[in-house]
């Protein structure tokens, strides 16, 4: 699979855009809704205009169509074709590009199987396929003409949480397992730390910030990517012991947290404000990471409920869901606890 | 379901034999004023059969049926295909829509004295008619219908490999059938009308010309015949568009 590099792309939107991103890598273009994300996705993909240039392994692709460009891709709405059933949608682009049947055959065989889509292989888009599995047509449609690079546009978007949850899941495995050359486009920060190896922030068409998500995480370049990364939780660690099979029990400003540990030595811990949980009661198991605190402050943005909650000398930034908020029936000056998963937290090493 | 849907033919049938029982108890009984020019129904059919076997009502009928076909297909066919261009490329479309649009608001009647003068009172009158009557509207139909394919549905032909023509034949025209038989449905009615139009002011033979030879000699009967067949035609022609389309696309609509 290709490495694919964006030079000083520039069109209505992206301005002087560069981005390179690696042979079989997973790229997350985050941005806010109209930052140009999408945009970038139609640059790679031959749909929109643009000056620049873009190439695959070196060889640049600006004068071919989007057709030959060995391009997959994942729409936010899915686009499937309403007039082709199922195996008809998988098989489009092989038909467009003149296999013979028996090939067609076998390749759509093929996808419909590892996308455990055989039962629906003769149902029609809209008659009565969910959204999660018009996803995973769409996604076995883009896959099926053996693309070099894959480019998905918010493809979760329209899906309720837990779907959208288990099928980032999938589309990752799946991504590792074809290797192929992604770039994965959202607004939505929860996912960044789910998806990508490395993630690219998109600011008014301009690339704002790149790097790994805890180099991104710990050190935001600038307000505005701050705010995209949802403001987290980041703590100066005084001390860490090390404990077992890959853990080490950090201290803080008078709390202490067990967090994973590879053997270097940590500067820094980090959580999303949306990854940690609140309970009225004493959570039951053993007190790792569950801290008693008291809330400073509650400030609804519905759908969201943003909750400051003071655990020893440390201010938690906590965000939950409107209905979250309300089954606790909690107020500021009520005692809480606060549960920080281990999974969740992202440590910074130092030197 | 089976009882629900008996049940909505019965509801949709009980007027029509009501009015028809109607109309033969007015007819008969003389209960309007002017009653000679209102036969009864069962006259009106007997009329029906006697003009069958007589073989004057199919002459006329095949003859008007031969100038549908014929100017209905010509000009359908040739409506879909600018449609289908001037959907496409947009250049063609922005070229021509004026003067489209200039031609369409007149009805296909206006043409007929101009017409006349320029092809002559013969077979083509009545076909260039029909073809004049089917064409803007279908070609209309067709340029919305390709027009509405979703942008991005194309987009993704495209980055599945397909070319152009391909995406042409295999995403717009599929995608832009229902509009398409929206006017061709629409049309197929209106060419009957049109048709018996202009037999009854220009054309010596056809059902619309059996009806002015029919006034002429104060035969009432024999027009509500015609009109009869008129209705059901147009009946028929539309219905069987809507079998088309539902065939063709019923199966992802």
């Not at chain 1, 811990?269 to 990854?275: G, K, L, T, Y």
Request: glycine share 8%; net charge positive; hydrophobic share 45%.
């Amino acid at each position: 699979m290709p490495t694919v590099e964006l030079k000083g792309i520039t069109n209505y939107i992206c301005r002087g855009v560069n981005l390179a991103i690696e042979n079989g890598e997973l790229l997350v273009l985050l941005g806010r809704t109209g930052a140009g994300k999408t945009t970038l996705l139609n640059v790679i993909a031959g749909l929109a205009p643009y000056k620049g240039s873009v190439t695959f392994d070196g060889v640049e692709v600006d004068s071919l169509p989007a057709r030959k460009r060995k391009v997959g891709y994942l729409f936010q709405d899915f686009c499937l074709f309403p007039h082709l059933n199922v195996q008809e949608n998988i098989a489009f682009g092989l038909r467009a590009k003149g296999l013979s049947k028996s090939d067609v055959f076998r390749r759509v065989d093929e996808l419909l199987s590892s996308f455990k889509l055989q039962h629906l292989a003769d149902r029609y888009p809209n008659k009565g396929l969910s959204g999660g599995e018009k996803q995973r047509v769409a996604l076995a449609r883009a896959l099926a003409p053996w693309p070099e690079v894959l480019l998905l546009d918010e493809p979760f978007n329209s899906l309720d949480l837990r779907t959208a949850k288990h099928l980032r899941m999938e589309l990752k495995r799946i991504q590792r397992s074809f290797h192929i050359t992604t770039v994965y486009v959202t607004h939505n920060q929860r996912e960044v730390s789910e998806m990508g190896d490395r993630i690219a922030v998109i600011h008014k068409g301009r690339v704002e910030q790149i790097g790994t998500y805890g180099e991104v995480f710990f050190a935001p370049k600038s307000k505005s990517v701050s705010s995209l990364l949802g403001s987290p939780n980041i703590f100066h660690c005084k001390s860490f012991t090390p404990l077992t099979s890959g853990i080490a029990q950090v201290k803080l400003n008078g709390i202490s947290l067990v967090v994973p540990y590879d053997g270097c030595p940590i500067e820094k811990v980090a959580i999303s404000p949306w990854n940690i949980y609140v309970s009225r009661q004493k959570p039951p198991g053993p007190e790792i990471n569950r801290l008693r605190g008291i809330i400073l402050s509650v400030r609804r943005t519905s759908p969201i409920v943003n909750v400051k909650v003071k655990c020893g000398n440390e201010t938690l930034n906590i965000e939950l869901q409107e209905e979250q908020w309300d089954d606790l029936e909690l107020q500021a000056g009520n005692m809480v606890f606060v549960i920080l998963p281990l999974r969740w937290i992202e440590v910074k090493r130092g030197e | 379901m089976k009882k629900r849907k008996s049940s909505t033919f019965w509801w949709g049938v009980l007027p029509v034999v009501g009015f028809l029982a109607l109309w033969e108890v007015i007819a008969r009984r003389g209960l309007i004023s002017g009653h000679l020019l209102l036969p009864p129904f069962s006259v009106v059919i007997r009329e029906f059969f006697d003009l069958t076997s007589s073989g004057l009502l199919l002459e006329n009928f095949e003859a008007s049926l031969l100038r549908i076909v014929i100017g209905f297909c010509a000009g359908s066919v040739t409506g879909i295909l600018f449609g289908i261009i001037m959907g496409w490329k947009e250049i063609l479309r922005r070229t021509f829509s004026p003067i489209i649009a200039l031609l369409y608001p007149i009805p296909a009647l206006g043409w007929l004295p101009l017409l006349m003068l320029w092809i002559g009172i013969n077979e083509m009158l009545p076909i260039a008619i029909i073809f004049i009557c089917s064409f803007f509207p279908v070609l209309y139909n067709t340029i919305t219908g390709i027009r509405q394919v979703n942008k991005k549905v194309v987009d993704a032909a495209r980055t599945l490999g397909a070319s152009e023509r391909y995406i042409l034949f295999h995403v717009f025209l599929p995608l832009a059938l229902p509009n398409i038989f929206t006017g061709l449905q629409l049309e197929a009615g209106m060419a009957w009308r049109v048709v018996i139009a202009a037999e009854m002011v220009a054309i010596p033979t056809g059902i619309g010309a059996l009806m002015m030879k029919a006034e002429s000699l104060i035969r009432v009967d024999i027009i509500i015949v015609c009109l009869m067949i008129l209705s059901f035609m147009c009946l028929v022609f539309e219905r069987l568009f809507i079998y088309l389309e539902g065939k063709l696309t019923s199966k992802w609509k």
